[in-house]
């Protein structure tokens, strides 16, 4: 790399723009979307989809709720062309949906793409042609003269074409493709000539796409430059300002939301951003960013998976696990702060007496998405007590006392440092069996007790297995607990305060069990943790007890 990248390249000149409107501005509703998946996308693939994949793809984009959809360049050979025809033909383009074609502005090219959708009730020829300084030097050595006339050509092509098919409603959409590096006042005098033409009107406007083929400048001057061209742009109310933004920079999205501020009123791009280089701007996280700021996008992600899973069979290209909204992981948290934080947070959430969305580090609900929640925390060396206990109760129901979180956290560490891998539930119940609830090796087990006496002056007997051998032991004290850590006091059992003591139910109705905590200490001042779980909430408090006896 060089040292002074000054020397090689040249910051992108700004827009003047006196008095820029799109700063204050907020996205209150979604714009028309076009869906450039089987044209923009499917050229970009190392291996282009099929007429199947194609098919399956159509499908899904009209169960998400696209209603414009470019579904290919028919005249780049015969599979491109028969398979937008077989829509067509076999009646599979739903009455709300308008398909699109692509074609450069030659016309042969156009007939070609006017054959194609013979019999169509309605479509939209997209006809573009390059017209920025470095195409027209380097790429085509045509002056602006000669650009324009090629746009201006294929535009009475389109015009001728599509006078033969009267019984299709006929739209059109114009690209001063590479807009995004070419003058602004070339760009609006192409396609002011194209609009003497094609002669739009409020009733059927002309679609004016403003690409960024290549994003070559910060989103700010994207919208810089589509607010300049909404202004100067003869009669404003006959056109429609698309975006097709591509993602060279990294910030697709961002020059798409700044360009509708800038007053834009369609977005082009593919479902999770797939396109050539780095990409088309992704629709979907373009349209979630909407969903969680309350505007209603109009499209349908509420079984994510089913979307991903399409789109990764169709294209053969994974969707990355940190993929905003898709991903499988950006949903999960491994910190232990941030999982301390979410936990709290859906405590909360469940506490208030709203419906407003309010959960640290969760931008967006993944049940609005098809997810649920298991998956939100997992649990690995970096994982803290919120989400241990988080996964506990997720998969068991049990709820543990906040200092009980913090004992159990160090063996879960423990466990996490010695298999240097993520921890999954079943690893964790695992870890909690083995230190809290009855086993073999342990001293103290129950198999049988009986309590009697009035209240405040209660009789505990039980029969209880120590170390293998069954005995009777017996003990007076308050309440149930206070007889069992006496009975146990005097036998071969350790003395025991209790500081802390919850129970709560796990699940509801009549087979719902019991869960019991107890937070003890020993003579020697040692502070010891014990649980107990029974279908009877009195027997998993004695359960606790002794829990608790055999870990001191």
Same mark, same amino acid.
């Given at each position: ?93 739903? &009455? ?258 709203? &419906? ?8 967006? &609900? ?75 090796? &342990? ?110």
């Amino acid at each position: 790399m060089l040292r002074d990248p000054s020397s090689k390249y040249r910051p992108f000149p700004q827009v003047n723009l006196p008095g820029r409107q799109w700063p204050s501005r907020t996205i209150t509703k979604a714009p028309r979307w076009l869906s450039t998946d089987m044209r923009d996308g499917n050229q970009a693939l190392i291996d282009p989809m099929d007429a199947e994949k194609k098919t399956r793809f159509f499908e899904l984009l009209c169960k998400v709720g696209l209603k414009e959809i470019e579904v290919g360049f028919p005249s780049a050979g015969a599979t491109e062309f028969d398979f937008i025809s077989g829509l067509v033909q076999q009646d599979k383009i739903p &009455d709300d949906v308008i398909v699109q074609v692509l074609t450069q502005s030659r016309q042969d090219l156009i007939e070609t793409s006017f054959q194609s959708l013979k019999g169509a009730k309605k479509a939209i020829v997209h006809l573009y042609n390059a017209v920025s300084p470095a195409w027209r030097r380097i790429v085509f050595g045509m002056s602006r003269e000669e650009i324009k006339a090629i746009a201006v050509a294929g535009a009475k092509v389109l015009r001728d074409e599509a006078a033969k098919q009267p019984d299709t409603d006929w739209h059109f959409e114009y690209s001063p493709e590479t807009f995004s590096t070419a003058e602004l006042d070339f760009s609006i005098e192409v396609c002011e000539a194209v609009m003497d033409i094609l002669r739009p009107t409020t009733d059927k406007p002309l679609i004016l796409n403003l690409p960024a083929t290549v994003e070559a400048a910060t989103p700010n001057i994207y919208a810089d430059q589509i607010e300049w061209f909404c202004r100067n742009i003869r009669s404003r109310e006959t056109v429609v300002i698309s975006l097709h933004t591509h993602n060279d920079r990294g910030t697709g999205v961002a020059a798409s939301e700044l360009g509708l501020l800038a007053g834009a009123d369609r977005v082009e791009g593919c479902l999770f951003g797939n396109g050539e280089r780095t990409g088309n701007v992704d629709l979907v996280t373009l349209a979630l960013n909407m969903y969680t700021q309350g505007v209603d996008p109009e499209l349908d992600f509420s079984n994510i998976d089913e979307v991903i899973q399409t789109v990764e069979y169709c294209n053969a290209l994974p969707v990355h696990p940190r993929h905003p909204y898709a991903g499988d992981l950006v949903f999960t948290a491994f910190s232990g702060s941030h999982q301390d934080a979410i936990k709290k947070g859906f405590a909360a959430q469940e506490a208030r007496n709203d &419906d407003f969305w309010d959960v640290p580090y969760l931008p967006i &609900d993944p049940k609005d998405l098809g997810r649920d929640y298991e998956a939100v925390i997992r649990v690995n060396s970096q994982s803290g007590k919120g989400g241990v206990a988080w996964v506990l109760e997720q998969d068991k129901g049990l709820k543990l006392p906040k200092r009980m979180q913090a004992d159990f956290s160090r063996h879960v560490q423990a466990l996490a440092d010695e298999t240097s891998r993520e921890l999954n539930a079943a690893d964790i119940w695992g870890r909690f069996e083995q230190i809290y609830l009855p086993g073999e090796k &342990d001293r103290f087990v129950l198999e049988d007790y009986e309590e009697s006496g009035a209240a405040g002056q209660r009789v505990f007997v039980g029969r209880i297995a120590v170390d293998g051998e069954t005995q009777s032991i017996s003990g007076r004290g308050n309440g149930l607990i206070s007889g069992v850590i006496d009975a146990l006091a005097g036998t071969t059992g350790p003395n025991l305060d209790v500081v802390d003591y919850s129970e709560h139910a796990i699940g509801h109705g009549a087979d719902a069990q019991a869960a019991a905590y107890v937070e003890c200490r020993t003579a020697d001042g040692r502070t010891v943790f014990g649980v107990g779980i029974d279908a009877d909430i009195a027997t998993a408090s004695v359960r606790a007890v002794l829990s608790a006896a055999n870990r001191a």
